[in-house]
Protein backbone atom coordinates (compact mmCIF):
# COMPACT_ATOMS: atom_id res chain seq x y z
CA UNK A 1 0.00 0.00 0.00
CA UNK A 2 0.79 3.47 -0.58
CA UNK A 3 2.33 4.85 3.02
CA UNK A 4 0.76 7.70 4.42
CA UNK A 5 3.19 10.44 5.61
CA UNK A 6 1.14 10.77 8.47
CA UNK A 7 -1.30 8.43 10.34
CA UNK A 8 -4.52 10.09 12.41
CA UNK A 9 -6.87 8.02 14.17
CA UNK A 10 -9.31 9.01 11.20
CA UNK A 11 -7.39 7.49 8.57
CA UNK A 12 -7.54 4.29 10.37
CA UNK A 13 -10.78 4.52 11.53
CA UNK A 14 -11.72 4.92 7.57
CA UNK A 15 -9.42 2.25 7.00
CA UNK A 16 -11.33 -0.33 9.36
CA UNK A 17 -14.94 0.08 9.35
CA UNK A 18 -14.99 -1.23 5.98
CA UNK A 19 -13.21 -4.53 7.27
CA UNK A 20 -15.33 -4.16 10.35
CA UNK A 21 -18.30 -4.82 8.84
CA UNK A 22 -17.20 -7.45 6.15
CA UNK A 23 -15.97 -9.34 9.21
CA UNK A 24 -19.76 -8.82 10.52
CA UNK A 25 -21.41 -9.94 7.26
CA UNK A 26 -20.27 -13.43 7.82
CA UNK A 27 -22.68 -15.07 10.80
CA UNK A 28 -25.26 -13.42 8.98
CA UNK A 29 -24.66 -16.09 6.11
CA UNK A 30 -24.83 -18.71 8.88
CA UNK A 31 -27.71 -17.35 10.69
CA UNK A 32 -29.93 -17.06 6.94
CA UNK A 33 -28.85 -21.03 6.54
CA UNK A 34 -30.13 -21.87 9.63
CA UNK A 35 -33.54 -19.56 9.14
CA UNK A 36 -33.89 -21.60 5.75
CA UNK A 37 -33.49 -25.06 7.10
CA UNK A 38 -35.32 -24.40 9.98
CA UNK A 39 -38.24 -23.29 8.39
CA UNK A 40 -38.96 -25.64 5.23
CA UNK A 41 -36.20 -27.92 6.00
CA UNK A 42 -36.20 -31.15 8.74
CA UNK A 43 -34.60 -31.86 11.84
CA UNK A 44 -32.04 -34.21 9.99
CA UNK A 45 -31.23 -31.39 7.10
CA UNK A 46 -30.73 -28.70 10.20
CA UNK A 47 -28.11 -31.36 12.08
CA UNK A 48 -26.43 -32.19 8.95
CA UNK A 49 -25.35 -28.40 7.99
CA UNK A 50 -24.33 -27.81 11.50
CA UNK A 51 -22.06 -30.98 10.87
CA UNK A 52 -21.11 -30.14 7.52
CA UNK A 53 -20.47 -26.21 8.51
CA UNK A 54 -18.15 -27.51 11.46
CA UNK A 55 -16.26 -29.46 9.26
CA UNK A 56 -15.22 -27.07 6.36
CA UNK A 57 -15.11 -24.90 8.88
CA UNK A 58 -11.88 -26.29 10.94
CA UNK A 59 -10.57 -27.16 7.09
CA UNK A 60 -11.04 -23.65 5.88
CA UNK A 61 -9.34 -22.19 9.02
CA UNK A 62 -6.55 -24.74 9.00
CA UNK A 63 -5.57 -22.78 5.51
CA UNK A 64 -6.05 -18.89 6.69
CA UNK A 65 -2.21 -18.75 6.30
CA UNK A 66 -2.81 -17.86 2.67
CA UNK A 67 -4.53 -14.80 3.87
CA UNK A 68 -2.07 -13.90 6.38
CA UNK A 69 0.83 -14.92 4.51
CA UNK A 70 -0.11 -13.11 0.93
CA UNK A 71 -0.94 -9.77 3.63
CA UNK A 72 2.20 -9.37 5.07
CA UNK A 73 4.35 -10.16 2.17
CA UNK A 74 2.32 -8.01 -0.57
CA UNK A 75 2.47 -4.98 2.25
CA UNK A 76 6.55 -5.36 2.34
CA UNK A 77 6.79 -5.34 -1.67
CA UNK A 78 4.32 -2.53 -1.65
CA UNK A 79 5.79 -0.39 -0.06
CA UNK A 80 9.14 -0.99 -0.76
CA UNK A 81 7.49 0.12 -4.30
CA UNK A 82 8.94 -3.31 -5.91
CA UNK A 83 5.10 -4.20 -8.21
CA UNK A 84 6.34 -6.69 -10.25
CA UNK A 85 6.96 -8.51 -6.84
CA UNK A 86 3.29 -7.45 -5.59
CA UNK A 87 2.36 -9.48 -8.44
CA UNK A 88 4.93 -12.27 -7.87
CA UNK A 89 3.11 -12.69 -4.12
CA UNK A 90 -0.10 -12.85 -5.10
CA UNK A 91 1.47 -15.45 -7.94
CA UNK A 92 3.04 -17.62 -5.47
CA UNK A 93 -0.11 -17.40 -3.13
CA UNK A 94 -2.56 -18.41 -5.93
CA UNK A 95 -0.84 -22.00 -7.19
CA UNK A 96 -0.29 -22.71 -3.55
CA UNK A 97 -4.11 -22.35 -2.70
CA UNK A 98 -4.96 -23.86 -6.15
CA UNK A 99 -2.83 -26.74 -5.54
CA UNK A 100 -3.60 -27.41 -2.18
CA UNK A 101 -7.47 -27.13 -3.09
CA UNK A 102 -7.43 -29.38 -5.71
CA UNK A 103 -5.45 -31.95 -3.05
CA UNK A 104 -8.27 -31.77 -0.69
CA UNK A 105 -10.50 -32.81 -3.47
CA UNK A 106 -8.20 -35.76 -4.37
CA UNK A 107 -8.44 -36.87 -0.58
CA UNK A 108 -11.72 -36.01 0.13
CA UNK A 109 -12.99 -39.45 1.03
CA UNK A 110 -10.22 -39.66 4.18
CA UNK A 111 -11.02 -35.77 4.89
CA UNK A 112 -14.51 -37.10 5.46
CA UNK A 113 -13.91 -40.53 6.86
CA UNK A 114 -11.40 -38.87 9.49
CA UNK A 115 -14.15 -35.77 10.39
CA UNK A 116 -17.20 -38.16 10.41
CA UNK A 117 -15.63 -40.55 13.00
CA UNK A 118 -15.12 -37.64 15.13
CA UNK A 119 -18.82 -36.80 15.23
CA UNK A 120 -21.03 -38.44 17.05
CA UNK A 121 -24.41 -37.79 15.02
CA UNK A 122 -27.68 -40.29 13.99
CA UNK A 123 -26.95 -42.02 10.81
CA UNK A 124 -29.66 -40.27 8.71
CA UNK A 125 -27.88 -36.37 9.97
CA UNK A 126 -24.60 -38.25 9.04
CA UNK A 127 -25.99 -39.48 5.82
CA UNK A 128 -27.12 -35.91 5.00
CA UNK A 129 -24.29 -34.19 6.22
CA UNK A 130 -22.12 -36.51 3.93
CA UNK A 131 -23.98 -35.26 0.74
CA UNK A 132 -23.28 -31.71 1.97
CA UNK A 133 -19.68 -32.64 1.96
CA UNK A 134 -19.56 -34.21 -1.19
CA UNK A 135 -21.02 -30.87 -3.25
CA UNK A 136 -19.30 -28.19 -1.44
CA UNK A 137 -15.70 -30.06 -1.12
CA UNK A 138 -16.10 -28.82 -4.86
CA UNK A 139 -15.49 -25.45 -3.84
CA UNK A 140 -12.11 -25.77 -1.87
CA UNK A 141 -9.87 -24.33 -4.87
CA UNK A 142 -12.25 -21.25 -5.38
CA UNK A 143 -12.36 -20.62 -1.56
CA UNK A 144 -8.74 -20.91 -0.95
CA UNK A 145 -7.83 -18.67 -3.60
CA UNK A 146 -10.15 -16.20 -2.57
CA UNK A 147 -8.41 -16.39 0.78
CA UNK A 148 -4.79 -15.17 -1.33
CA UNK A 149 -6.84 -12.52 -3.09
CA UNK A 150 -8.62 -11.19 0.26
CA UNK A 151 -4.72 -11.05 1.66
CA UNK A 152 -3.38 -9.23 -1.18
CA UNK A 153 -6.27 -6.62 -1.01
CA UNK A 154 -5.17 -6.20 2.85
CA UNK A 155 -1.93 -5.61 2.09
CA UNK A 156 -2.41 -3.20 -0.23
CA UNK A 157 -4.89 -1.70 2.17
CA UNK A 158 -8.10 -2.06 -0.23
CA UNK A 159 -10.49 -2.35 2.43
CA UNK A 160 -13.47 -1.22 0.92
CA UNK A 161 -12.93 -3.30 -2.08
CA UNK A 162 -12.48 -6.36 0.30
CA UNK A 163 -15.70 -5.20 1.57
CA UNK A 164 -17.47 -5.91 -1.59
CA UNK A 165 -16.05 -9.20 -2.37
CA UNK A 166 -17.28 -9.91 1.18
CA UNK A 167 -20.72 -8.80 1.23
CA UNK A 168 -20.80 -9.90 -2.79
CA UNK A 169 -19.99 -13.61 -1.33
CA UNK A 170 -22.49 -13.32 1.22
CA UNK A 171 -25.32 -11.77 -0.36
CA UNK A 172 -25.31 -14.25 -3.20
CA UNK A 173 -24.43 -17.05 -1.56
CA UNK A 174 -28.09 -16.16 0.78
CA UNK A 175 -29.54 -15.49 -2.42
CA UNK A 176 -29.03 -19.00 -3.52
CA UNK A 177 -29.59 -20.96 -0.07
CA UNK A 178 -33.33 -19.37 0.26
CA UNK A 179 -33.78 -19.97 -3.98
CA UNK A 180 -32.26 -23.71 -3.79
CA UNK A 181 -33.29 -24.73 -0.22
CA UNK A 182 -36.30 -22.45 0.20
CA UNK A 183 -38.04 -22.83 -2.90
CA UNK A 184 -36.78 -25.58 -5.08
CA UNK A 185 -36.77 -27.58 -1.31
CA UNK A 186 -33.46 -29.18 -1.82
CA UNK A 187 -32.56 -29.37 1.91
CA UNK A 188 -29.16 -29.62 2.97
CA UNK A 189 -27.92 -30.28 -0.80
CA UNK A 190 -29.30 -27.05 -2.01
CA UNK A 191 -27.19 -25.35 0.86
CA UNK A 192 -24.20 -26.92 -0.40
CA UNK A 193 -24.47 -26.09 -4.41
CA UNK A 194 -25.65 -22.32 -3.21
CA UNK A 195 -22.56 -22.09 -1.38
CA UNK A 196 -20.46 -23.58 -4.20
CA UNK A 197 -21.80 -21.79 -6.79
CA UNK A 198 -21.04 -18.40 -4.87
CA UNK A 199 -17.70 -19.36 -4.00
CA UNK A 200 -16.25 -19.80 -7.57
CA UNK A 201 -18.44 -16.82 -8.53
CA UNK A 202 -16.45 -14.58 -6.09
CA UNK A 203 -13.89 -15.75 -6.98
CA UNK A 204 -13.78 -14.65 -10.55
CA UNK A 205 -15.34 -11.17 -9.21
CA UNK A 206 -12.26 -11.25 -6.71
CA UNK A 207 -9.39 -11.73 -9.39
CA UNK A 208 -11.25 -9.16 -11.63
CA UNK A 209 -10.65 -6.47 -8.88
CA UNK A 210 -7.66 -7.50 -8.19
CA UNK A 211 -6.33 -7.80 -11.60
CA UNK A 212 -7.72 -4.31 -12.72
CA UNK A 213 -6.08 -2.79 -9.37
CA UNK A 214 -2.85 -4.63 -10.07
CA UNK A 215 -2.79 -3.52 -13.92
CA UNK A 216 -3.01 0.46 -12.89
CA UNK A 217 -0.21 -0.06 -11.15
CA UNK A 218 2.38 -1.70 -13.64
CA UNK A 219 4.62 -0.14 -15.78
CA UNK A 220 3.11 -0.80 -19.62
CA UNK A 221 6.50 -2.35 -20.51
CA UNK A 222 6.23 -5.25 -18.04
CA UNK A 223 4.05 -8.43 -18.46
CA UNK A 224 1.42 -9.08 -15.82
CA UNK A 225 3.15 -12.14 -14.70
CA UNK A 226 6.53 -12.41 -13.75
CA UNK A 227 6.86 -15.81 -14.07
CA UNK A 228 10.66 -16.16 -13.34
CA UNK A 229 9.93 -14.18 -9.43
CA UNK A 230 6.79 -16.14 -9.38
CA UNK A 231 8.52 -19.67 -9.67
CA UNK A 232 11.72 -18.42 -7.98
CA UNK A 233 12.81 -21.53 -5.50
CA UNK A 234 14.18 -19.15 -2.89
CA UNK A 235 10.62 -16.78 -2.76
CA UNK A 236 8.94 -20.04 -3.28
CA UNK A 237 10.35 -21.96 -0.09
CA UNK A 238 9.96 -18.85 1.99
CA UNK A 239 6.55 -18.26 1.14
CA UNK A 240 6.20 -22.04 2.03
CA UNK A 241 7.96 -21.63 5.27
CA UNK A 242 5.87 -18.60 6.62
CA UNK A 243 2.88 -20.42 5.93
CA UNK A 244 3.52 -23.68 7.79
CA UNK A 245 4.28 -21.65 10.69
CA UNK A 246 0.97 -19.63 10.57
CA UNK A 247 -1.02 -22.64 9.39
CA UNK A 248 0.92 -24.29 13.02
CA UNK A 249 0.06 -21.17 14.89
CA UNK A 250 -3.41 -21.19 13.90
CA UNK A 251 -3.98 -25.12 14.39
CA UNK A 252 -2.55 -24.30 18.15
CA UNK A 253 -4.97 -21.57 18.40
CA UNK A 254 -7.88 -23.92 17.20
CA UNK A 255 -7.00 -26.18 19.78
CA UNK A 256 -6.89 -24.14 23.10
CA UNK A 257 -11.05 -23.52 22.04
CA UNK A 258 -11.51 -26.52 21.35
CA UNK A 259 -9.95 -27.70 24.68
CA UNK A 260 -11.82 -24.95 26.27
CA UNK A 261 -15.17 -26.79 25.13
CA UNK A 262 -14.34 -30.06 25.93
CA UNK A 263 -13.72 -29.36 29.37
CA UNK A 264 -16.82 -27.13 29.30
CA UNK A 265 -19.03 -30.26 28.18
CA UNK A 266 -17.50 -31.88 31.60
CA UNK A 267 -19.33 -29.77 33.52
CA UNK A 268 -22.61 -30.70 31.81
CA UNK A 269 -24.94 -29.60 28.61
CA UNK A 270 -26.28 -26.66 30.32
CA UNK A 271 -22.22 -25.31 30.80
CA UNK A 272 -21.55 -26.41 27.48
CA UNK A 273 -25.03 -24.29 26.43
CA UNK A 274 -23.81 -20.72 27.98
CA UNK A 275 -19.90 -21.06 27.19
CA UNK A 276 -21.10 -21.42 23.58
CA UNK A 277 -23.19 -18.70 23.79
CA UNK A 278 -20.60 -16.31 25.27
CA UNK A 279 -18.29 -17.25 22.93
CA UNK A 280 -20.25 -16.22 20.10
CA UNK A 281 -20.15 -12.62 22.14
CA UNK A 282 -16.66 -12.98 22.14
CA UNK A 283 -16.31 -13.94 17.83
CA UNK A 284 -18.70 -10.86 17.74
CA UNK A 285 -15.83 -8.40 19.37
CA UNK A 286 -13.29 -9.99 17.53
CA UNK A 287 -14.83 -8.25 14.49
CA UNK A 288 -13.99 -5.17 16.06
CA UNK A 289 -10.60 -5.95 17.45
CA UNK A 290 -9.89 -7.66 13.45
CA UNK A 291 -10.34 -4.23 11.62
CA UNK A 292 -7.29 -2.83 13.37
CA UNK A 293 -5.24 -5.71 13.33
CA UNK A 294 -6.07 -5.84 9.54
CA UNK A 295 -5.24 -2.40 8.97
CA UNK A 296 -1.74 -1.97 11.44
CA UNK A 297 -0.84 -5.39 9.10
CA UNK A 298 -0.42 -3.23 5.94
CA UNK A 299 0.68 -0.64 7.27
CA UNK A 300 3.48 -2.03 9.48
CA UNK A 301 4.32 -4.34 6.21
CA UNK A 302 4.25 -1.05 4.34
CA UNK A 303 6.44 0.56 6.90
CA UNK A 304 8.83 -2.06 6.73
CA UNK A 305 9.08 -2.26 3.15
CA UNK A 306 9.72 1.69 3.08
CA UNK A 307 11.94 1.69 5.89
CA UNK A 308 10.05 4.10 7.12
CA UNK A 309 10.33 3.46 11.55
CA UNK A 310 8.46 6.84 12.09
CA UNK A 311 5.06 5.52 10.14
CA UNK A 312 5.93 2.14 11.99
CA UNK A 313 5.69 3.54 15.59
CA UNK A 314 2.60 5.90 14.73
CA UNK A 315 0.63 3.04 12.80
CA UNK A 316 1.28 0.94 15.80
CA UNK A 317 0.86 3.04 18.67
CA UNK A 318 -2.43 4.71 17.45
CA UNK A 319 -3.77 1.65 16.03
CA UNK A 320 -3.11 -0.05 19.29
CA UNK A 321 -5.48 3.07 21.47
CA UNK A 322 -7.73 2.41 19.02
CA UNK A 323 -8.24 -1.14 19.49
CA UNK A 324 -7.70 -0.79 23.26
CA UNK A 325 -10.67 1.99 23.56
CA UNK A 326 -12.93 -0.35 21.52
CA UNK A 327 -11.71 -3.07 23.71
CA UNK A 328 -12.83 -0.92 26.71
CA UNK A 329 -16.32 0.09 25.38
CA UNK A 330 -17.11 -3.92 23.97
CA UNK A 331 -16.12 -5.33 27.66
CA UNK A 332 -18.25 -2.88 29.32
CA UNK A 333 -21.05 -3.58 26.70
CA UNK A 334 -20.90 -7.26 27.62
CA UNK A 335 -21.07 -6.99 31.58
CA UNK A 336 -23.42 -4.13 31.34
CA UNK A 337 -25.91 -5.24 29.27
CA UNK A 338 -24.65 -9.11 27.91
CA UNK A 339 -27.53 -10.43 29.29
CA UNK A 340 -29.78 -8.81 26.56
CA UNK A 341 -27.67 -10.66 24.10
CA UNK A 342 -27.96 -13.36 26.05
CA UNK A 343 -31.64 -13.45 26.30
CA UNK A 344 -31.69 -13.30 22.18
CA UNK A 345 -29.47 -16.40 21.90
CA UNK A 346 -31.94 -18.46 23.81
CA UNK A 347 -34.90 -19.13 25.82
CA UNK A 348 -33.82 -21.81 28.11
CA UNK A 349 -33.96 -20.46 31.58
CA UNK A 350 -31.03 -22.50 33.19
CA UNK A 351 -28.49 -21.84 30.37
CA UNK A 352 -29.38 -17.86 30.44
CA UNK A 353 -28.89 -18.16 34.23
CA UNK A 354 -25.54 -19.83 34.06
CA UNK A 355 -24.52 -17.54 30.95
CA UNK A 356 -25.31 -14.24 33.21
CA UNK A 357 -23.42 -15.38 36.00
CA UNK A 358 -20.49 -15.89 33.80
CA UNK A 359 -20.86 -12.88 31.53
CA UNK A 360 -17.66 -10.70 34.10
CA UNK A 361 -15.26 -13.33 32.30
CA UNK A 362 -16.03 -13.19 28.67
CA UNK A 363 -15.73 -9.18 29.41
CA UNK A 364 -12.29 -9.53 30.98
CA UNK A 365 -11.59 -12.21 28.02
CA UNK A 366 -12.29 -9.14 25.98
CA UNK A 367 -10.83 -6.70 27.10
CA UNK A 368 -7.14 -8.47 27.77
CA UNK A 369 -7.70 -9.60 23.89
CA UNK A 370 -6.95 -6.40 22.05
CA UNK A 371 -3.32 -7.16 22.65
CA UNK A 372 -2.87 -10.22 21.21
CA UNK A 373 -5.37 -9.22 17.94
CA UNK A 374 -2.68 -6.06 17.46
CA UNK A 375 0.35 -8.00 17.80
CA UNK A 376 -0.63 -10.36 15.28
CA UNK A 377 -1.24 -8.12 13.10
CA UNK A 378 1.99 -6.61 13.63
CA UNK A 379 3.51 -9.80 13.14
CA UNK A 380 2.15 -11.04 10.22
CA UNK A 381 2.95 -7.58 8.43
CA UNK A 382 6.03 -7.99 9.27
CA UNK A 383 6.38 -11.65 8.09
CA UNK A 384 7.25 -12.89 11.67
CA UNK A 385 5.87 -15.89 11.55
CA UNK A 386 8.27 -18.60 13.09
CA UNK A 387 7.75 -16.24 16.32
CA UNK A 388 4.58 -15.99 15.99
CA UNK A 389 4.65 -19.64 15.89
CA UNK A 390 6.92 -19.87 18.79
CA UNK A 391 4.89 -17.44 20.43
CA UNK A 392 1.41 -20.02 20.46
CA UNK A 393 3.46 -22.29 21.82
CA UNK A 394 4.77 -20.96 24.68
CA UNK A 395 1.29 -19.73 25.30
CA UNK A 396 -0.55 -22.98 25.31
CA UNK A 397 2.12 -24.02 27.89
CA UNK A 398 0.97 -21.43 30.07
CA UNK A 399 -2.90 -21.88 29.21
CA UNK A 400 -2.90 -25.52 30.49
CA UNK A 401 -0.66 -25.01 33.21
CA UNK A 402 -2.79 -22.35 34.33
CA UNK A 403 -5.78 -25.19 33.69
CA UNK A 404 -4.35 -27.58 36.04
CA UNK A 405 -3.33 -25.04 38.68
CA UNK A 406 -7.21 -23.34 38.87
CA UNK A 407 -9.61 -26.12 37.67
CA UNK A 408 -9.37 -28.50 41.01
CA UNK A 409 -9.77 -25.20 43.29
CA UNK A 410 -12.52 -23.21 41.28
CA UNK A 411 -13.94 -25.30 38.55
CA UNK A 412 -15.77 -23.50 36.23
CA UNK A 413 -14.91 -20.16 37.33
CA UNK A 414 -11.20 -22.11 37.10
CA UNK A 415 -11.89 -23.07 33.13
CA UNK A 416 -12.44 -19.30 32.69
CA UNK A 417 -9.39 -18.16 34.35
CA UNK A 418 -6.86 -20.10 32.92
CA UNK A 419 -9.03 -19.35 29.00
CA UNK A 420 -7.82 -15.32 30.31
CA UNK A 421 -4.45 -16.12 31.10
CA UNK A 422 -4.37 -17.99 28.28
CA UNK A 423 -5.04 -14.72 25.73
CA UNK A 424 -2.91 -12.84 27.77
CA UNK A 425 0.18 -15.18 27.46
CA UNK A 426 -0.49 -15.10 23.77
CA UNK A 427 0.58 -11.02 23.95
CA UNK A 428 2.89 -11.90 26.70
CA UNK A 429 4.78 -14.23 24.17
CA UNK A 430 4.78 -12.29 21.35
CA UNK A 431 6.33 -9.18 23.22
CA UNK A 432 9.11 -11.19 24.10
CA UNK A 433 10.09 -11.50 20.08
CA UNK A 434 8.99 -7.83 19.62
CA UNK A 435 12.27 -6.12 20.06
CA UNK A 436 14.15 -7.43 16.89
CA UNK A 437 10.67 -6.83 15.10
CA UNK A 438 10.84 -3.15 15.65
CA UNK A 439 14.45 -2.87 14.67
CA UNK A 440 13.68 -4.50 11.33
CA UNK A 441 11.22 -1.52 10.21
CA UNK A 442 14.06 0.78 10.05
CA UNK A 443 16.52 -1.29 7.87
Given at each position: ??????????????????????N????????????????????????????????????????????????????????????????????R???????????????????????????????????????????????????????????????????????????????????????????????????????????????????????????????????F???????????????????????????????????????????G?????????????????????????F????????????????????????????????????????????????????D?????????????F????????F???????????????????????????????????????????????????????????????Y?????????
Open positions: MQIPDFISYRYLLQKAWPIILAASVPLLGFVDTAVIGNVGSITDLGAIAFGALIFSFVYWSFGFLRMGTTGFAAQASGAGDEQEVRAVLGALLIALCLGVVLILIQWPIGLAAFSLLDGSAPVEAVAQHYFDIRIWGAPATLATFALMGLLIGLGKSRTLLIVQLFLNGLNILLDVWFAGILGWGASGIALGTVIAEWTTVLLAGWLVYRTLNERKLLTEVWPKAKIMDLSALLKTASANLDIMLRTLILVFSFAFFINQSAKFDTVLASNHILLQLIAFSAFFLDGYAVVEALVGGAIGAKRNDVFDLAVRRSTVLALTTAILLALVIALVGDIAVMLMTISSVRLAANQLLPAALYVLFSAAFQLDGIFIGASFTRQMRDAAALSIVVYLVAWWALSDPFGLQGLWGAMIIYVVARAVALLLFPPLRRSAGR
